[in-house]
């Protein structure tokens, strides 16, 4: 008996040192894990922890209090697929090439994909011998040859793009530009006004878009059209699944969660359960998803050798109406380059390595790829934009980013410097206000005591002004603009 106990523990130890040896880096220190938990279109004001009155985010508000919550944590682009493509190769759309002038997101039927020269975060990490996985929506190329299977990611389950695109109305999107190359202008607002009205009452058969999973060992259709009020409970499934399978050795858990990009779902556990109702139901069942997600990791005894991130990918989808989300007391949302489009929510949480606190250092999600590399013991990676977090999650110094660029559909609109921001361009997005202007005289803002964006400083500030147009000149004289990849769809229709 005393031997085969003896023989247990050996054999325990030795299963625990080996565990320990897979998760050692190149530096000798445990590689943590990286989770990033990525909502879709979520606003600045969507979260009790960011000042929402009604919608309950019990989960991620601790994970706010027990870490970092940031207050000007930035994506690099208003919408999901050029934000998505800074994500995970840690620089601005213009500099990869994933963003479009004209087509300013993926649309089903894309034949491209992230660029091959290009590196993302789960073949970085990859290299350092993480596993990885993609739970969600991947929105960077529908082609089997463009999945994030075939960039780095070990596995996938999840849509292939945003939950409101390939309709089953039969007029895909390629007819669409088709009309338009015909000067069709009637027929495709025709379309339109008869899918606007189905965003407010959705129904799943209304889109025919499909459910993927994808692995090594090849790829399968799991349903089409995906059963959109059970994505969020499935994903959640899905990860802390794979939480489990892979608690003995390093992982990069990459989960972009469909919701709250409209038409907006919740399970049946939680349709009218919200004092925000629909929209509110929606947040706070991915609240509870977050709270499963940690769960798993503290079950499988990994949680402090991991790194949970919760953010979106820009701000809320105004036009939506009820359905779409809230920026807080930020100005506009997605779509846009002001303040409400592309500053976000995150929370940065690490037990035993973060200690609670409340950054107002400027991040950007670009910032997430130097970070996990850092932290996996990479080599640091030149030309990229994004830039090393970690003396911030570790308490030894302040963030290293003075600056945000706000490009929109590749164009510079704003440059944030320090505390201020100079804006050349004004526009609104999805038909509503402000009408496109390019200021001849730029608007200056102190987003320290007007995050809003409300008050022009310009004439008080005139100095400062000549600086941030210097900081702009500087920025596009390094910034080398690859062209648009999204509007290479166009030439099929050139007339
Ligand atoms: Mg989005």
Redesign the pocket.
């Given at each position: 008996m005393r031997a085969l106990a003896l023989f247990a523990a050996a054999t325990l130890l030795t299963s625990c040192q080996l565990q320990q040896s897979a998760a050692l880096g190149t530096t000798g220190q445990r590689q943590p894990n990286i989770v990033i938990l990525f909502a879709?279109?979520l606003g600045y004001g969507d979260l009790g922890s960011y000042g929402h009155p009604n919608i309950r985010t019990p989960n991620i508000d601790q994970l706010a209090r027990e870490g970092q919550r940031w207050t000007d944590f930035y994506v690099a682009a208003p919408?999901?697929s050029p934000?998505r493509g800074a994500l995970l190769t840690g620089k601005l759309p213009v500099r990869t090439g994933l963003y479009g002038q004209r087509i300013r997101v993926m649309f089903p039927g894309e034949e491209l994909g992230i660029p091959e020269p290009e590196t993302t975060l789960a073949e970085a990490l990859g290299a350092e011998g993480y596993r990885s996985a993609i739970i969600g929506k991947w929105h960077l190329g529908d082609a089997p040859g463009a999945y994030p299977t075939r960039h780095g990611f070990d596995y996938w389950y999840g849509l292939p793009y945003s939950n409101d695109m390939d309709w089953a109305d039969s007029t895909s999107f390629d007819e669409l530009l088709a009309m338009r190359a015909r000067g069709g202008a009637e027929a495709i607002a025709g379309v339109m006004a008869a899918r606007s009205g189905r965003y407010a009452e959705p129904k799943v058969e209304y889109w025919n878009v499909p459910l993927l999973e994808s692995s090594g060992s090849g790829e399968r259709v799991v349903e089409r059209p995906a059963h959109q009020p059970t994505l969020t409970r499935r994903y959640t499934e899905q990860a802390v699944a794979f939480v489990q399978r892979n608690a003995d050795r390093p992982f990069l858990l990459y989960m972009p969660y469909t919701m709250p990009?409209t038409p907006i779902f919740a399970s049946s556990d939680f349709q009218g359960r919200s004092l925000g109702k629909r929209y509110g139901d929606v947040i706070e069942e991915i609240d509870w998803s977050v709270g499963q997600v940690r769960a798993a990791l503290e079950r499988a005894g990994v949680a402090e050798h991991t790194l949970v991130i919760f953010t979106s990918?820009?701000g809320p989808w105004l036009s939506m109406r009820h359905h779409g989300g809230s920026a807080g007391l930020l100005n506009n949302g997605?779509g846009t380059t002001f303040e409400g489009g592309m500053r976000v929510p995150a929370v940065f949480w690490w037990p035993g390595t973060i200690t609670p606190e409340v950054v107002s250092g400027i991040g950007s999600t670009m910032d997430l790829f130097a970070t996990s590399l850092s932290l996996a013991g990479a080599q640091p990676v030149s030309g990229i934009d994004g830039l090393d977090l970690t003396s911030v999650l570790k308490g030894t110094g302040e963030s290293p980013r003075s600056e945000i660029a706000y490009y929109r559909a590749g164009e510079l609109q704003a440059l944030r410097r320090g505390d201020f921001k100079v804006q050349l361009v004004a526009e609104g997005a999805y038909g509503l206000p402000p009408e496109r202007q390019v200021l001849e005289t730029p608007r200056l803002y102190d987003l320290r005591e007007d995050p809003g964006e409300r008050h022009d400083v310009a004439a008080r500030h005139p100095e400062r002004m000549e600086e941030m147009l210097d900081a702009v000149a500087r920025h596009r004289a390094r910034t080398r603009i690859a062209s648009p990849l999204f509007d290479a769809r166009l030439a099929r229709f050139a007339r």
């Open positions: 879709d279109d919408v999901c934000s990009h990918d820009n997605k």
